[in-house]
């Protein structure tokens, strides 16, 4: 985290570019990260093979060096909000002003809730924050478990669930109170949630390749379905039409489940190493983001939900080694990438190319 912002807002250049693929990578801040990276970075001139479909990087926004995770659109003010190591940062897409707006410790998710305030996982210090959407003031700080990952708001409760990855638990936070009002062992190294508006949750284990089904209300899981063939289950989408779960696997596979039995119903190829994916219900598009590897390069993979058992993949747009998490603004369908430039250095360890960190704007 060599360089912070000021939280007053600053303008960042932004550069129009050709929708090339070059060698980039973030930094997930998990330790899967650096296994990756090991394979990413071993061959840096090779690149993915070319896209069929017609979208690509169509600008990039520089913004300050450090590490990163989860990105998420906040539609009501018109801005990507990015996780970074030393807060959040927000990308106003109208203008293409990059500020950092709220403080934070190894931040992995930010997201927009309902009344306009933001909530913030803090994986340092095993904290949710509350924070004011438009100063980023802090209003409440909540104690949860250990490094907590990707956190999503429950409309049907009223609750935010947020991820312990270390200690394989979920947290539940009252945001109108600010305080946690229970916690849910589920074990293993959680990711990615998301919920069915009905009173479910949907959990990638990473480190057990399945995915947990949770009762929000009763505080307790209901089943654990298994992802046959998926290493390292990371990003996650549900499809509310035909009651679908998309679950991203580290190995080049996506597997579509039913969110009722946990029964297959597709197994789409993909690229390597996604960690965020969105569902476009508007479009009945989801956009999976894969960082490549070695000899491939990155590219977000198009996959077409058509009904109950006819999800396909539909194309591939190129995009740069090591981006693999996205924010979509629903009104535009414009995509936002952040990624880097990553370098190996003489212990064999990855280390980010300082002035490289940048958001890609993508049109699909």
Known sequence: MAQRLGLHPTAAATVDVAPVPIAKEPDKMHARTSRMWAALLACTALMGAASAHAGGVTTQTPGPDGPWDYAAFDAAHGRVLIARGFGVEALDVATGTLSQIAPGARVHTVRALPDGRLMITNGTAGTVVIANGATGAPEATIAVGKDPDAATFDAATGLILAMNADSGDVSLVDPAAGKEVARISVGGALEWVETDGAGRAFINVEDRAELVVLDIKGRKVLARYKLAGCEGPTAMGYVAPYRLLISACGNGHAKVLSADDGHQVADLAIGPHPDELVYDAQRGVAYIPTAG????????????????????????????????????????????????????????????????????????
């Open 293 to 364: 590897s070695a000899t491939q390069g990155g590219e977000i993979a198009v996959v077409k939900v058509a009904g109950p058992h006819d999800v396909a993949v539909v194309g591939h747009i190129p995009t740069t080694r090591g981006a693999r998490t996205i924010a979509e603004d629903p009104a535009t369908g414009r995509l936002y990438l952040p990624t880097a430039d990553y370098a190996i250095t003489a212990e064999g360890k990855p280390k980010p190319v300082a002035g490289t960190f940048r958001i890609l704007t993508v049109t699909p």
